[in-house]
């Protein structure tokens, strides 16, 4: 792997460090996981629309919408460091992402037939917890792939797969759901992720990404065994140890960020249907926020690798702020689009640069560990924000959640001043 990291910097530094450039240098598997992660990522644009507009068909408050969202996330933040902290041990597999989607698919396409509420929320919170398992099995794989050098950009594209597929997501699902509802909403979400479950299966090889030290069998089962056994609280807390200062704000600039963010983003459909914008325009809505990241993720990424990875996550996080605050003064067309796409290019600035950070500040012996750690930040932030933005929404008024969202992107911004201190 150290190898094909020296591969992909030389090649990038060949031509000019371009977001593109030596993508043949990457591993096969890489390349047909982002692949995979476009189906992926198609699938999770279209819960993206689905949860807010369906919960509000089925006439549950704001609260309780904020609360779908709270029990997806929550439990990441126990289970994503845990498994980041095991993949250390017994390194990344297959079946594991494979099952994640499938699972995630069958449970999906069962919402609309049940048609309770309390069914939606168990779901919600099943499939959470096996998201926890495929997202930072994932990003330790990339960032092992791309080296020191290339990691930004290997991250950029990445991210750029994924989010490809949210952009079909969102207007595919609004499409569906104007025409035939959501019954056949839900169960193309369903054949999605089984699809990305299969594909993983068939085209990745049994054992992708580095193992730290090959253990297959009855010994990859002890090793589980032994990181939880007797201290099961600090084993599933380990990930988020924080081993310096640094690290420390690092990880309060991702809960501020994901609060302030995924506070307004989870019941942006229900406020763009709200000011007048009927189902199916705001899928395309949504999605514009989505294209633009998808654009700029690999330029994201490869300005990391260039101007350093603080300022480019700062800039990140000041454009998202700016979004809400325009989306809030000005709810007409024109300026709905320019504050997404504005949105879109926080993203791609912050999303693949972050762990990239992560992986720059932490041993290769614990970057499972330090990026499963800030998987369980964020999810604590995710799962809280739509909670509190529920709140909001039924003491005020939905619109009133975006300004409060953007106050919070600005005190994460403002973490940035000592983190550049500590970083010196």
Known sequence: MAGRGRALAERARATGGRAWA????????????????????????????????????????????????????????????????VSDRV???????????????????????????????????LVGGLDAAIRPMSQTLVSEVGGEEGRGQSFGLYSSFRTFGTVLGPAAAGGLIAVGGYLPSFAATGALFVGAGVLTYALISPEFGPESEGLTG????????????????????????LPSAVLALV??????????????????????????????????????????AAVFFPVGGAASDRFGRIPVLAAGVFLSGVAPVVLYVAPALGAVVAALLIAGVGRALFIPTLPALLSDLSPETSRGSSIGGYNGVAAVAVGLAPLAAGAIGDALTVAEILPVAGATLGVGLALFVPLAIAGR
């Open 22 to 85: 030596g993508w043949r240098a990457y591993p096969r598997d890489y390349r047909r996981f982002c692949g995979v992660i476009v189906v992926a990522g198609t699938a999770y644009g279209f819960v993206d629309i689905l949860v807010p507009l369906y919960g509000d068909f089925l006439g549950v408050s704001n609260l309780t919408i904020g609360l779908l969202f709270t029990v997806f996330s929550l439990p990441k933040a126990v289970i994503a460091p845990a498994i980041g902290a």
């Open 91 to 125: 390194g990344h597999r297959r079946g594991i992402v494979a099952w994640g989607f499938v699972l995630a698919g069958l449970l999906y396409a069962v919402v609309p037939v049940v048609g309770l509420v309390a069914a939606f929320l168990a779901i919600r919170l």
């Open 218 to 241: 009855r010994a990859a089962v002890a090793a589980v065994r032994e990181r939880f056994a007797g201290e099961s609280a600090r084993g599933l807390l380990a990930g988020l140890a």
């Open 251 to 292: 990880y309060g600039v991702v809960f501020f960020r994901f609060v302030g963010l995924h506070a307004y983003v989870r019941f942006l459909p229900l406020y763009l249907e709200r000011v007048g914008y009927d189902p199916g325009l705001v899928g395309v809505l949504f999605s514009v926020r989505t294209l633009s």
